[in-house]
């Protein structure tokens, strides 16, 4: 069980023009949950940290969308490309 568990790929999760305020709802939930429960009987405590879960709702969607595609990894493509080349020593590496 992962930190990032909670965000996973439910369709309610990415809507393109926004964040669903059940996804803020809940990522508040599991933040307070994974920091310090007590937090939730505080009043208005979901209402003060809903903004900085949406940005970082925000944020992970953009990071998502800004990471490379992926490489294909064989002993043929490791010859072609300096990146393969720097993490694997040698083709048999990639193996």
Do not use: Y
């Amino acid at each position: 069980m992962g930190i990032l568990d909670w965000f996973k790929n439910r369709p309610a999760q990415f809507d393109a023009d926004g964040v669903s305020a059940e996804l803020i709802r809940s990522a508040v939930d599991k933040a307070i949950t994974l920091t310090n429960p007590r937090l939730a009987v505080l009043p208005g405590c979901h209402k003060r940290l809903a903004p900085a879960a949406e940005k970082a709702i925000e944020f992970l969607r953009a990071l998502g969308q800004e990471m490379p595609a992926s490489r294909p990894l064989s002993a043929a493509s490791w010859a072609a490309d300096p990146p393969l080349r720097a993490f694997f020593v040698a083709p048999a590496d990639t193996a």
